[in-house]
């Protein structure tokens, strides 16, 4: 977005910090939802051919200032269909350290087994050698947590902790980014309720009530013209 509008919102971040959160927010709408199929979908980064199911949707982030900067658009997320897959698609989770590349891959295959997963990565991490052997990880019911301990990089004075958890339908439910104990970042999901009642539905109500009053209107005036007259006096 470049420095000018970074520095933009840094300060919305400095300025908002002591608000409620959230200080800013990701809309994801689903659009509609393809077939499965298979392909080479982390091209150029990875050549695997992965098994997945696609999704349009419409995404971005709103900040609660400078809303000029404000970025919506439509981008193809895909859902991996297993464990491993989904392991290469988070890129054997590094994407895990940056909050806006987590933004890259909201759902996880609904039948994931955690504990393989975690395995897995621990043994790709372990291949690698080097750094890669500090960080560490523990599977949770829905997710995961990662840990890399202060100096584990090398550039980090503090610690890094980082928490992920899926819901059940396998979207992103919460993320967290920690740094020397303190939350940076935080991500949390708020499904809008569907409507108490459909369109159609409340048109038939509308419509509805109006002809039953008319018809009770009706009725009343007929009672009255009926109703035998009061002669007074004679």
């Given at each position: 977005?470049?420095?000018?509008?970074l520095?933009?919102?840094?300060?919305?971040w400095?300025?908002w910090?002591?608000s409620?959160?959230?200080?800013?927010?990701?809309?994801?709408s689903?659009?509609?939802?393809?077939?499965?199929?298979?392909?080479t979908?982390?091209?150029?980064?990875?050549?695997?051919t992965?098994?997945?199911t696609?999704?349009?949707?419409?995404?971005?982030?709103?900040?609660?200032?400078?809303?000029?900067?404000?970025?919506?658009?439509n981008?193809?997320?895909?859902?991996a269909?297993?464990?491993?897959?989904?392991?290469?698609?988070?890129?054997?989770?590094?994407?895990?350290?940056s909050?806006y590349?987590?933004?890259?891959?909201?759902?996880?295959?609904?039948?994931?087994?955690w504990?393989s997963f975690?395995?897995?990565f621990?043994?790709?991490?372990?291949?690698?050698?080097?750094?890669?052997?500090n960080?560490?990880?523990?599977?949770?019911s829905n997710?995961?947590?990662?840990n890399?301990?202060a100096?584990?990089?090398e550039?980090?004075?503090e610690?890094?902790d980082?928490?992920?958890?899926y819901?059940?339908?396998?979207?992103?439910?919460d993320y967290?980014?920690s740094?020397g104990g303190k939350?940076?970042?935080k991500?949390w999901s708020?499904?809008?309720?569907?409507?108490?009642?459909?369109?159609?539905?409340?048109?038939?109500?509308?419509?509805?009530?109006?002809?039953?009053?008319?018809?009770v209107?009706?009725?009343?005036?007929l009672?009255k013209?009926?109703?035998k007259?009061?002669y007074?006096?004679?």
């Open positions: 977005v470049g420095p000018y509008n520095t933009r919102v840094f300060w919305d400095i300025v910090r002591y409620t959160p959230p200080q800013s927010r990701w809309p994801f689903v659009i509609t939802i393809g077939t499965e199929e298979t392909g979908i982390l091209y150029p980064f990875d050549n695997t992965i098994t997945s696609p999704v349009n949707a419409t995404t971005g982030w709103k900040l609660s200032t400078n809303s000029e900067i404000n970025i919506f658009y981008q193809i997320f895909y859902i269909n297993d464990t491993s897959s989904f392991l290469r698609q988070t890129f054997n989770l590094t994407i895990s350290f909050p590349s987590m933004m890259s891959v909201p759902f996880a295959p609904i039948h994931i087994e504990s975690i395995s897995e621990l043994g790709v991490m372990n291949s690698k050698g080097g750094l890669y052997n960080i560490s990880a523990t599977a949770l997710g995961y947590t990662l890399v301990p100096e584990g990089f550039n980090n004075s610690a890094i980082i928490r992920v958890e819901n059940p339908s396998g979207e992103i439910r967290e980014f740094y939350k940076l970042v991500y708020y499904v809008l309720p569907p409507p108490l009642i459909s369109e159609r539905e409340l048109l038939t109500i509308v419509y509805g009530g109006v002809f039953l009053v008319t018809i209107i009706i009725v009343i005036g009672k013209i009926k109703k007259p009061v007074i006096g004679a």
